[in-house]
T-cell receptor, first 114, second 114 residues
Framework: AQSVSQHNHHVILSEAASLELGCNYS??????LFWYVQYPGQHLQLLLK??????LVKGIKGFEAEFIKSKFSFNLRKPSVQWSDTAEYFC????????????FGGGTRLMVKP | DVKVTQSSRYLVKRTGEKVFLECVQD?????MFWYRQDPGLGLRLIYF???????EKGDIPEGYSVSREKKERFSLILESASTNQTSMYLC?????????????FGSGTRLTVV
């Protein structure tokens, strides 16, 4: 079974700092990759997704992620964070042998100080 | 425009009670899922359903059951609630092949068992 690792459980940044959240998965075959965000008190929302094509994916609110197949990674980046980016971020993987299943990482809680 | 609706935002139940968590989606999705979300553990799949009256165990099904009598509704049942089932419960739905679309989540039900 596939697994997803998010290395940083808590990240604290000042506004305008650059962000990179790590995500690694364990499956060696074809995958679809997702980042979800959960703002305080809100439901999980899709931030961006990758399923084929350009490995650099751009999502909403200035976020992007890069799929590096050789490293089994799908790291999330943003050049300049804002206070409103304070949220919990989840990486998720759908492997081709998993049918309808998404496997989630443990989440990274980001706090941006104003 | 809420598309996945969970019937309760907050619930407090006593140990040993039978608890029903309801989820309704209006997107005609085939797949529906129940997750629990705990700090540091991310989202863990309890059960999912890929069709009416069909169900599959996820990673942590013990102490739970589910019911899907209609396509739009997926219920999670705690047969005899225990304090270790205190958690945030998330319902999600997706098309039959979620790879390109991901999941749509409800707002969650925060259950406290006392």
């Amino acid at each position: 079974a596939q697994s997803v690792s998010q290395h940083n459980h808590h990240v604290i940044l000042s506004e305008a700092a650059s962000l990179e959240l790590g995500c690694n998965y364990s499956y060696g075959g074809t995958v679809n990759l997702f980042w979800y965000v959960q703002y305080p008190g809100q439901h999980l929302q899709l931030l961006l997704k990758y399923f084929s094509g350009d490995p650099l994916v751009k999502g909403i609110k200035g976020f992007e992620a890069e799929f590096i197949k050789s490293k089994f990674s799908f790291n999330l980046r943003k050049p300049s964070v804002q206070w409103s980016d304070t949220a919990e971020y989840f990486c998720a993987v759908n492997a081709e042998n998993a049918g309808n299943m998404l496997t989630f990482g443990g989440g990274t809680r980001l706090m941006v100080k104003p | 425009d809420v598309k996945v609706t969970q019937s309760s935002r907050y619930l407090v139940k006593r140990t040993g009670e039978k608890v029903f968590l309801e989820c309704v989606q209006d997107m005609d999705h085939e797949n529906m899922f129940w997750y629990r979300q705990d700090p540091g553990l991310g989202l863990r799949l309890i059960y999912f359903s890929y069709d009416v009256k069909m169900k599959e165990k996820g990673d942590i099904p013990e102490g739970y059951s589910v019911s899907r009598e209609k396509k739009e509704r997926f219920s999670l049942i705690l047969e005899s609630a225990s304090t270790n089932q205190t958690s945030m419960y998330l319902c999600a739905s997706s098309r039959r092949a979620p790879g390109s679309y991901g999941y749509t989540f409800g707002s969650g039900t925060r259950l406290t068992v006392v």
